[in-house]
T-cell receptor, first 112, second 108 residues
Framework: ETGVTQTPRHLVMGMTNKKSLKCEQH?????MYWYKQSAKKPLELMFV???????ENNSVPSRFSPECPNSSHLFLHLHTLQPEDSALYLC???????????FGPGTRLTVL | GQNIDQPTEMTATEGAIVQINCTYQ??????LFWYQQHAGEAPTFLSY????GLEEKGRFSSFLSRSKGYSYLLLKELQMKDSASYLC?????????FGKGTKLSVKP
């Protein structure tokens, strides 16, 4: 497999559920990101990991918890989400933080 | 999108040329990126400008003026498959700040 992959592609969850989104990159990149894309809003950066260390947390609520066990894998753990958290969650990677980002296909999340 | 402005929608005809403009806040600037996003899909990287001038890549070209905080994406010989949203993004301290995107519709 090449590029950036994400699973699941679609997820429906209740407000009391716990779920995790997974991202994997096969590009040998050193930085990984989580972005949120809501309807009619710009892409919003949530978290940045560079060399497996979190370097940015953009005022994201604690119900979103990232994990980066190694430079190829990134998780987003979800717990007690709200309906307004329904969005497309995109993972991206880059060779370093100043270079272009390559995006995965995204997870379409619906919170009921 | 943190002072990144681009038109919301544009319409053009197949075979024509279209220019999508983007203005941005110049403080902390570290490169200007353009992405294409088809409905329901992930953004795909199109171009990157860090110096003033025009970068040409096949049918697509991107221009940057750092002093004016201005960029444009030029699409030539439009095809139906070019119907998509085009996202302007400013590099800043290792991150990307995106505009809301311009939805381009190409008509026959």
């Amino acid at each position: 497999e090449t590029g950036v992959t994400q699973t699941p592609r679609h997820l429906v969850m209740g407000m009391t559920n716990k779920k995790s989104l997974k991202c994997e990159q096969h590009l040998g990149h050193n930085a990984m990101y989580w972005y949120k894309q809501s309807a009619k809003k710009p892409l919003e950066l949530m978290f940045v990991y560079s060399l497996e260390e979190r370097v940015e947390n953009n005022s994201v609520p604690s119900r979103f918890s990232p994990e980066c066990p190694n430079s190829s894998h990134l998780f987003l753990h979800l717990h007690t989400l709200q309906p307004e958290d329904s969005a497309l969650y995109l993972c991206a990677s880059s060779l370093d933080p100043d270079r272009e980002k390559f995006f995965g296909p995204g997870t379409r999340l619906t919170v009921l | 999108g943190q002072n990144i402005d681009q038109p919301t929608e544009m319409t053009a005809t197949e075979g024509a040329i279209v220019q999508i403009n983007c203005t941005y806040q110049t403080s902390g600037f570290n490169g200007l990126f353009w992405y294409q996003q088809h409905a329901g899909e992930a953004p795909t990287f199109l171009s990157y400008n860090v110096l003033d001038g025009l970068e040409e890549k096949g049918r697509f070209s991107s221009f940057l003026s750092r002093s004016k905080g201005y960029s444009y994406l030029l699409l030539k010989e439009l095809q139906m498959k070019d119907s998509a949203s085009y996202l302007c993004a400013r590099g800043s301290q290792g991150n990307l700040i995106f505009g809301k995107g311009t939805k381009l519709s190409v008509k026959p």
